[in-house]
């Protein structure tokens, strides 16, 4: 398995700009997580799915920030208008039903809002 | 905030020594893990401890766990410099699939 897919790698945009980054989940795994990190905040919980479903988005810091999980296989996130302050690695993880309750992160996708 | 605290936030060692890193946290766990990330790379399981158990082995780690306290340690023995990385503890808070970060520790080994 090629693990927990990112894309872009990188992302560069001006503000005002609207950003969409995206995760492809390992097959199997029926939870998805993405994650903000940065040097001031740490690393937080923006909002995790189940099953597709979003269980929990009280991790999103406005409403300029967006999440959806169409298949099992894809998941986007989302933010418009985009703002200096959004500047901040970007990690999806997903979790599978059976075993130990480890995430798997993907690379991440650093974004810049200039 | 719910984020667990991490000590000490900087450590640097010698290669050969061993390298302790502590994590207390807030809520109610089902578990605490540990993760490690390398610069510029997303996090990497290393290690879980259930709630009911207090301390547990992996190769040249040793967690502990002590709910009564709210925190965990992290013991890496005979560090390597490819043990140089950040590490995280995470919660998972009872009842939920939520995870919950610690602020992470920056280990430094030198040859």
């Known amino acids: 398995d090629a693990g927990v897919i990112q894309s872009p790698r990188h992302e560069v945009t001006e503000m005002g700009q609207e950003v969409t980054l995206r995760c492809k989940p390992i097959?199997?795994?029926?939870?998805l997580f993405w994650y903000r990190q940065t040097m001031m905040r740490g690393l937080e919980l923006l909002i995790y799915?189940?099953?597709?479903?979003?269980?929990?988005d009280s991790g999103m810091p406005e409403d300029r920030f967006s999440a959806k999980m169409p298949n099992a296989s894809f998941s986007t996130l989302k933010i418009q208008p985009s703002e200096p302050r959004d500047s901040a690695v970007y990690f999806c993880?997903?979790?599978?039903?059976?075993?130990?309750?480890?995430?798997?992160f993907g690379p991440g996708t650093r974004l810049t809002v200039l | 905030s719910q984020q667990g605290e991490e000590d000490p936030q900087a450590l640097s060692i010698q290669e050969g020594e061993n390298a302790t890193m502590n994590c207390s946290y807030k809520?109610?766990?089902?578990?605490l893990q540990w993760y490690r990330q390398n610069s510029g790379r997303g996090l990497v399981h290393l290690i879980l401890?259930?709630?009911?158990?207090r301390e547990k082995h992996s190769g040249r780690l040793r967690v502990t766990l002590d709910t009564s306290k709210k925190s965990s340690s992290l013991l890496i023995t005979a560090s390597r410099a490819a043990d140089t990385a950040s590490y995280f503890c995470?919660?998972?808070?009872?009842?939920?699939?939520?995870?919950?970060f610690g602020t992470g520790t920056r280990l430094k080994v030198l040859a």
């Open positions: 993880a997903s979790r599978g039903l059976r075993g130990v309750n480890e995430q798997f």
């Open positions: 097959s199997g795994h029926n939870s």
């Open positions: 995470a919660t998972l808070v009872g009842g939920t699939y939520k995870y919950i």
């Open positions: 809520t109610s766990i089902n578990n």
């Open positions: 401890i259930r709630s009911n158990e």
């Open positions: 799915f189940n099953n597709n479903v979003p269980i929990d």
